[in-house]
């Protein structure tokens, strides 16, 4: 009830902001073809990917500005309600293999980006669907059902993982790496099913690990995404 324990507790708010940003980059290319504005943008002088580019870039600031907004209001209304106590405490852990000693809003703050990781993979897997299919609404539809599925089959992989059956490879899959403040001390990392925070599909991932993993398919999902934006014809 602490002033530091209600702002940790909000990080998993963040979270929310996967939803936000998979229905806008699930109809912002698609909605570009149904209407036929598309075919306004390649009469500019920009390049095809200089658009795609400039599209991925909004959705980016737009998750950044929902991220800080969120950030900030947390901060005021828990500090209300905790009167701020405990503010300038610190917090030590194991970061990367280097153990660190920093302060806990600083601590907070690493929380909140290292959670924007996974929003944005959601995202781009959704921009890559719009781009691919050229239907918003599917794009969207098939981006959310990835995303409410994953959690159930996370929680069915981390049951087995508890009793000991751990499938070969099934650390490589996105959604198994998605809870990166599992890795760390706090309040906010997954709950399943009263197992502890923090339990792993496998034993063998760290935070650098899940971190390269979820970086891997961002890259991916946005190639994927320009290339069908460049590539494919105008009808």
């Not at 300038?88 to 690493?110: A, K």
């Not at 691919?132 to 959690?151: C, E, F, N, P, Q």
Request: with cysteine; proline share 3%; hydrophobic share 55%.
């Amino acid at each position: 009830g602490s002033f530091l324990g209600l702002f940790d507790s909000t990080v998993s708010s963040v979270s929310l902001l996967a939803l936000i940003l998979m229905v806008l980059a699930g109809g912002m290319i698609a909605t570009e073809f149904s209407t036929g504005t598309v075919k306004l943008l390649l009469i500019t002088p920009h390049k095809r990917r200089e658009i795609f580019w400039a599209k991925a870039l909004i959705l980016l600031e737009i998750t950044l500005i929902g991220a800080g907004a969120l950030f900030v209001v947390g901060f005021l209304l828990c500090g209300i309600l905790g009167g701020f106590s405990g503010i300038g405490d610190m917090q030590v852990l194991d970061l990367f293999g280097q153990v660190v000693r920093l302060p806990y809003l600083l601590f907070i703050l690493f929380k909140y980006l290292l959670n924007l990781l996974p929003v944005l993979v959601y995202g781009a897997l959704a921009l890559m669907l719009s781009a691919v299919t050229r239907k918003g609404a599917v794009a969207i539809a098939v981006s959310i059902i990835l995303y409410v599925g994953s959690s159930m089959v996370t929680t069915i992989l981390l049951i087995l993982s508890s009793s000991g059956i751990i499938l070969p490879g099934i650390k490589f899959l996105f959604f198994c790496n998605t809870d990166l403040t599992g890795y760390l001390p706090g309040m906010s990392g997954m709950v399943n099913l009263g197992m502890p925070s923090g339990l792993k599909i496998d034993p063998s991932m760290t935070l650098g690990f899940s971190v390269v993993v979820l970086l891997v398919y961002l890259v991916c999902f946005l190639w994927i995404a320009r290339d069908s934006f460049c590539r494919r014809d105008i009808k």
